[in-house]
C-alpha cells in the first residue's frame, strides 16, 4: 500500500479458513478488550462474507470463548431499508449472530435504515458521541471519533468498504463519524462509518474472499494511491492494527 502504511496479509487457503481465522481473532481481541476494559466494542460488516464468520461464532468452541454480556455492537453501513428487510445488514447480523449469542438487546446499536437517511446519519453520530463519550459527534479533531476494538470491514469488486463507494461524496468526509451517502450506480443512499471513524479502531479486520476480490485487493495493496477509485485503501488506522484477511483465490495477485 502506498506511503507505506504498516499492514498485515494473511493469506489462508479458502473461504472456509477466513472464517475460521477470522473466529479466532474476533475472540482473542474480544478477550483483550474485556480483560483491559471491561467490554469490546465492534462494528459489524454488511454483505455475505461475514456470514461464515458469524455461523462459527454462534457455536463451539468460539460461543463460550466471548463473554457476549459484555459485547457492544455497531455496524459500519446499512443499507437505507427497514431491519426487516432482506438487504438489511442488521437483519443479516439479527439472523446469522445476534439472536444466537446472549447480547443484551440495548448493546446492539443499529443504524436506522428506515428512517430519512440524512436524520440517521445524524442520529447514529449522536449515538457514538453518546456511548463514546465524546466531545463532540465530529468535527477536526480525531479524539471526537469513536474507538472501535474492532472494525470488520468487507470489500467489494469495485475496491468499495463499508459503504464508502467509488467516486461518492463520502470518500471526502472527514468531519463527521457516520454519514448518508448516495450511491449513484445503486440509485439509493447509503448509510456508512466514514474514513475517520474508521480509521480510529484499535484493529481494522478486512474479511475478502473469491476471485472477484483479487484485481481490487492488489489495488488497495500494490497500486498507486487513488483512494477516489479504491477506497478500502481510506482505511489506514492512525494508531490500529490493519489485516487483510484473504482467501488464495482473492490473494492471486497480491500475495507474498
Ligand atoms: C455492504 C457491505 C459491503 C461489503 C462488500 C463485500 O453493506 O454490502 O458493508 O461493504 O462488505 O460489498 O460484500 P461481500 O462480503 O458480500 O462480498
Known sequence: MQNHIPYELKIVSDPAEVAQEAARRFVAQAQTAISQAGRFTVALSGGNTPRALHNLLVAEPYRSAVEWEKVFIFFGDERCVPPDHPDSNYGMARDTLLTKVPIP????????????????????????????????????????????????????????????????????????????????????????????????????????????????????????????????????????????????????????
Request: glycine content about 8%; proline content about 9%.
Open 105 to 256: 438487546p440495548e448493546h446492539i446499536h443499529r443504524m436506522k435504515g428506515e428512517d430519512d437517511p440524512t436524520q440517521a446519519a445524524a442520529a447514529y453520530a449522536e449515538e457514538l458521541q453518546t456511548f463514546f463519550g465524546l466531545a463532540s459527534a465530529g468535527g477536526p479533531a480525531p479524539e471526537n471519533y469513536p474507538g472501535f476494538d474492532l472494525v470488520l470491514l468487507g470489500m467489494g469488486p469495485d475496491g468499495h468498504t463499508a459503504s464508502l463507494f467509488p467516486g461518492t461524496a463520502a470518500l471526502q468526509e472527514r468531519s463527521h463519524p457516520v454519514t448518508a451517502n448516495f450511491v449513484p450506480k445503486l440509485n439509493s443512499h447509503r448509510l456508512t462509518l466514514t474514513a475517520p471513524a474508521i480509521n480510529r479502531a484499535a484493529q481494522v479486520l478486512f474479511l475478502v474472499v473469491g476471485a472477484d476480490k483479487a484485481a481490487p485487493l492488489y489495488q488497495v495493496l500494490k497500486g498507486e494511491y487513488q483512494p477516489q477509485v479504491y477506497p478500502s485503501q481510506l482505511i489506514r488506522p492512525a494508531q490500529g492494527h490493519l489485516t487483510f484477511l484473504a482467501d488464495t483465490a482473492a490473494a492471486a495477485n497480491s500475495g507474498q
